[in-house]
């Protein structure tokens, strides 16, 4: 029985989902997520099409990186210029990192001076509790950037008591991590802090002629992050908190073309959130003020941008009423303001703002095997034409094991104010959002998910004639996510996901960097007392860097990765993690460097 609940724990986290099958079987507690609906719901009560990497993943795993983390997860891709901490982006279903809203404990970590949104290159799997990605369209909650899905990311909270842990890893390429949590938990009060601090030397981040990245300089990177997290509870339904997080980033880079050119930059993320929050009668009220403020400064560059400082101020106010047992209505408001300046080598600066007023309302009804959900919103942007966007969702639940869902969305993206202003060729005030459609179906039955996705955006941003321009046409991203998982034997889980994608511009041209065909695998084995061993990787199939599969072709290649994890007590945990175990060489985005072999090993203690 011991051993089962063992592997439990690995299968929820393996997976990504908990449904009532799973916690039926296992006897395990129902993930409840926040990013569907913005109020705390079962993973089984949504109808969105939504995934989970547990805390316990990531730990068994030892993902290094968010990116790293989300890639495990079907209809998930990512490209990366090079080393770690440079440039990296996500591709949800094929739509690009700037159509997917990212959030950091709820808090907007979208910079408005980044033309891709959001930094993924600096987002490391450190002090998370857990990661929500809910796929689709889903403007008609949160707004723009929003029309590929949402990424949660929610550090650790306080448990119960006095607590803390410490971590320490080192390996290849001179790399070091260590970090430490301290929380504690009473009843009228809790706190937590983290700090954890990343270094490597890393690789050259350009490569040429295919050779390796060891033939070339070191491009090296530092980041340290720290949390905080606070609540005070005046009654039992009346509580104030605030959250913090603070990501400090050093990288070196290769000049274009030059890979022993070494440049420099830092960046500097402050993420605020302080909140209100009522319980009365059949009210759970939110007021929340946040603040996210990002700056950038290219040390060496020579020409051009020399630094970057984007703000983003959100008042928020929520209302979630329950009028049955399992029925309920979101509404809310929220007053945003967008700033970016930025100074350029010759001294020259530029700045500007964009406001929006924001109203939106989200009904759910639960009616014995049927869920059925509603949302609308209406965005007032200064910069903008109002935008009016909404979501119908349903899901049914044939019997325990069975069950078919679909979501319907229209979503949008505001062109980020750096894009609009663009200091690196000419202004277009005339950009306008991007429009999207987008639908999904999903059948579930036992250990094994099926959906079928298909979305259409019309006014797609690109770059043309030194400018960023609205694109005529729609573009059509659709495919298939397979996922099954399943206890192979008595000792050994197996989790698979496939996808295929078709993402293509009006003229059916497949789009750069998408790879057609990509597969996931997992093999977790639980056979020996204290040993947790596993094994996992991926498989990218045809993919070019440039559209209409001209460039050169950056995929079709497997990449096979393993970890061993060792308990030595209850308290303290020993891993040893191999990368890219058969030395492949490839490349995610052609002349840029990716790892060799690497390995690592780590300790864990907790007290």
């Given at each position: 029985?011991?051993?089962?609940?063992?592997?439990?724990?690995?299968?929820?986290?393996?997976?990504?989902?908990?449904?009532?099958?799973?916690?039926?079987?296992?006897?395990?507690?129902?993930?409840?997520?926040?990013?569907?609906?913005?109020?705390?719901?079962?993973?089984?009560?949504?109808?969105?099409?939504?995934?989970?990497?547990?805390?316990?993943?990531?730990?068994?795993?030892?993902?290094?990186?968010?990116?790293?983390?989300?890639?495990?997860?079907?209809?998930?891709?990512?490209?990366?210029?090079?080393?770690?901490?440079?440039?990296?982006?996500?591709?949800?279903?094929?739509?690009?990192?700037?159509?997917?809203?990212?959030?950091?404990?709820?808090?907007?970590?979208?910079?408005?001076?980044?033309?891709?949104?959001?930094?993924?290159?600096?987002?490391?799997?450190?002090?998370?509790?857990?990661?929500?990605?809910?796929?689709?369209?889903?403007?008609?909650?949160?707004?723009?950037?929003?029309?590929?899905?949402?990424?949660?990311?929610?550090?650790?909270?306080?448990?119960?008591?006095?607590?803390?842990?410490?971590?320490?890893?080192?390996?290849?390429?001179?790399?070091?991590?260590?970090?430490?949590?301290?929380?504690?938990?009473?009843?009228?009060?809790?706190?937590?802090?983290?700090?954890?601090?990343?270094?490597?030397?890393?690789?050259?981040?350009?490569?040429?002629?295919?050779?390796?990245?060891?033939?070339?300089?070191?491009?090296?990177?530092?980041?340290?992050?720290?949390?905080?997290?606070?609540?005070?509870?005046?009654?039992?339904?009346?509580?104030?908190?605030?959250?913090?997080?603070?990501?400090?980033?050093?990288?070196?880079?290769?000049?274009?073309?030059?890979?022993?050119?070494?440049?420099?930059?830092?960046?500097?993320?402050?993420?605020?959130?302080?909140?209100?929050?009522?319980?009365?009668?059949?009210?759970?009220?939110?007021?929340?003020?946040?603040?996210?403020?990002?700056?950038?400064?290219?040390?060496?560059?020579?020409?051009?941008?020399?630094?970057?400082?984007?703000?983003?101020?959100?008042?928020?106010?929520?209302?979630?009423?329950?009028?049955?047992?399992?029925?309920?209505?979101?509404?809310?408001?929220?007053?945003?303001?967008?700033?970016?300046?930025?100074?350029?080598?010759?001294?020259?600066?530029?700045?500007?703002?964009?406001?929006?007023?924001?109203?939106?309302?989200s009904n759910t009804n639960t009616f014995d095997k049927l869920i059925l959900n509603q949302t609308l919103r209406k965005d007032s942007y200064s910069n903008f034409d109002d935008k009016v966007t909404g979501k119908i969702g349903f899901k049914y639940n044939f019997m325990k094991e069975l069950s078919f869902s679909g979501n319907y969305g229209t979503a949008y993206n505001a062109p980020n104010i750096i894009k609009i202003l663009n200091p690196w060729g000419t202004s277009n005030p005339d950009l306008k959002p991007e429009k999207s459609k987008g639908y999904d179906l999903t059948l579930d039955y036992k250990n094994l998910s099926f959906t079928y996705f298909n979305n259409k955006v019309e006014d797609l941003v690109s770059w043309e004639s030194n400018q960023y321009v609205n694109t005529s046409g729609n573009s059509r991203f659709k495919g298939i996510e397979i996922k099954y998982t399943n206890q192979i034997f008595q000792d050994t889980l197996l989790s698979l996901?496939?996808?295929?994608?078709?993402?293509?511009?009006?003229?059916?041209?497949?789009?750069?960097?998408?790879?057609?065909?990509?597969?996931?695998?997992?093999?977790?084995?639980?056979?020996?007392?204290?040993?947790?061993?596993?094994?996992?990787?991926?498989?990218?199939?045809?993919?070019?860097?440039?559209?209409?599969?001209?460039?050169?072709?950056?995929?079709?290649?497997?990449?096979?990765?393993?970890?061993?994890?060792?308990?030595?007590?209850?308290?303290?945990?020993?891993?040893?993690?191999?990368?890219?175990?058969?030395?492949?060489?490839?490349?995610?985005?052609?002349?840029?460097?990716?790892?060799?072999?690497?390995?690592?090993?780590?300790?864990?203690?907790?007290?």
């Amino acid at each position: 029985m011991k051993q089962n609940k063992k592997l439990s724990t690995s299968l929820v986290a393996s997976l990504l989902i908990a449904t009532t099958t799973a916690c039926a079987k296992y006897d395990i507690t129902p993930i409840t997520i926040t990013s569907a609906s913005k109020t705390e719901q079962s993973i089984k009560d949504v109808t969105a099409n939504v995934e989970v990497i547990t805390k316990e993943e990531i730990e068994e795993k030892r993902f290094t990186t968010v990116s790293e983390a989300l890639n495990s997860i079907a209809g998930v891709s990512f490209t990366s210029n090079g080393s770690i901490g440079n440039s990296s982006s996500i591709f949800v279903r094929g739509m690009s990192s700037n159509r997917v809203l990212v959030l950091v404990d709820g808090i907007r970590y979208q910079d408005p001076s980044n033309t891709s949104g959001a930094s993924f290159e600096n987002l490391m799997a450190s002090d998370i509790e857990r990661i929500e990605l809910i796929k689709g369209a889903y403007s008609g909650i949160y707004g723009s950037d929003a029309s590929a899905g949402v990424i949660n990311i929610i550090t650790s909270s306080a448990k119960k008591g006095l607590n803390a842990s410490i971590n320490l890893e080192a390996g290849s390429y001179l790399t070091k991590k260590y970090g430490f949590v301290l929380s504690n938990k009473e009843d009228n009060y809790d706190f937590k802090v983290s700090a954890n601090r990343f270094l490597t030397d890393g690789f050259s981040s350009q490569t040429e002629d295919k050779k390796s990245e060891k033939a070339f300089e070191r491009d090296g990177y530092q980041n340290t992050n720290i949390g905080i997290k606070t609540n005070y509870y005046f009654t039992q339904d009346d509580r104030v908190g605030f959250i913090y997080n603070y990501i400090n980033s050093n990288v070196e880079y290769d000049a274009f073309n030059a890979p022993n050119a070494i440049q420099r930059a830092t960046s500097r993320t402050n993420l605020y959130s302080v909140f209100y929050t009522k319980k009365y009668k059949s009210h759970d009220i939110k007021v929340k003020y946040e603040l996210s403020k990002f700056k950038k400064t290219n040390l060496d560059t020579s020409f051009g941008v020399k630094d970057y400082q984007g703000k983003t101020k959100i008042l928020e106010l929520t209302d979630t009423i329950f009028y049955n047992k399992k029925d309920f209505i979101i509404a809310g408001f929220s007053n945003e303001k967008y700033e970016v300046d930025y100074n350029q080598v010759d001294k020259t600066t530029n700045e500007d703002e964009n406001t929006n007023k924001a109203i939106f309302l989200s009904n759910t009804n639960t009616f014995d095997k049927l869920i059925l959900n509603q949302t609308l919103r209406k965005d007032s942007y200064s910069n903008f034409d109002d935008k009016v966007t909404g979501k119908i969702g349903f899901k049914y639940n044939f019997m325990k094991e069975l069950s078919f869902s679909g979501n319907y969305g229209t979503a949008y993206n505001a062109p980020n104010i750096i894009k609009i202003l663009n200091p690196w060729g000419t202004s277009n005030p005339d950009l306008k959002p991007e429009k999207s459609k987008g639908y999904d179906l999903t059948l579930d039955y036992k250990n094994l998910s099926f959906t079928y996705f298909n979305n259409k955006v019309e006014d797609l941003v690109s770059w043309e004639s030194n400018q960023y321009v609205n694109t005529s046409g729609n573009s059509r991203f659709k495919g298939i996510e397979i996922k099954y998982t399943n206890q192979i034997f008595q000792d050994t889980l197996l989790s698979l996901n496939y996808t295929h994608l078709s993402a293509e511009n009006e003229d059916k041209e497949p789009l750069a960097r998408r790879p057609k065909r990509q597969l996931g695998f997992s093999l977790d084995y639980y056979g020996f007392s204290k040993i947790h061993l596993n094994l996992n990787g991926s498989y990218i199939g045809t993919r070019y860097d440039e559209a209409d599969s001209k460039g050169e072709q950056t995929g079709r290649y497997t990449l096979f990765n393993s970890v061993i994890n060792y308990s030595i007590n209850d308290k303290t945990k020993l891993y040893f993690k191999l990368d890219n175990i058969t030395d492949k060489y490839y490349q995610t985005v052609d002349g840029y460097a990716t790892a060799g072999r690497s390995a690592y090993v780590g300790l864990k203690v907790s007290f």
